[in-house]
Nanobody, 128 residues
Framework: QVQLVESGGGLVQAGGSLRLSCAASGGTFSSYTMGWFRQLPGKEREFVAFISRSGGTTFPADSVKGRFTISRDNAKNTVYLQMNSLKSEDTAVYYC?????????????????????WGQGTQVTVSS
């Protein structure tokens, strides 16, 4: 079973940048599909970005396309989310997630229910 720990959140002005990291331990990191999600209080968890096991394929949500980039370093057991041109509507708790299933050739990579392990989340606040 893998444990996930996010870091890198904080307070930033609109237009600024942050890089989130998610460190994994306790499993074979390269065997996991990885994703980033975000959530506001009282709302459902929202898909942000997906990355395949090898890191060769990524799918960002339309709302962050061109601004956020997901990447992974399998040698360091870490997945990243580079967030540029941040907007106030990006304010949320950000979670990384790991899935046992290979979601690359499915339409389910955006579905939170397809992921098996979750981090504790890191708060991102964008001030306007």
């Amino acid at each position: 079973q893998v444990q996930l720990v996010e870091s890198g959140g904080g307070l930033v002005q609109a237009g600024g940048s942050l890089r989130l990291s998610c460190a994994a331990s306790g499993g074979t990191f390269s065997s996991y599909t990885m994703g980033w999600f975000r959530q506001l209080p009282g709302k459902e968890r929202e898909f942000v970005a997906f990355i395949s096991r090898s890191g060769g394929t990524t799918f960002p949500a339309d709302s962050v396309k061109g601004r956020f980039t997901i990447s992974r370093d399998n040698a360091k057991n870490t997945v990243y989310l580079q967030m540029n041109s941040l907007k106030s509507e990006d304010t949320a708790v950000y979670y990384c997630a790991a899935g046992n299933r290979d979601l690359l050739y499915t339409t389910n990579y955006y579905n939170a229910g397809q992921y098996d392990y979750w981090g504790q989340g890191t708060q991102v606040t964008v001030s306007s």
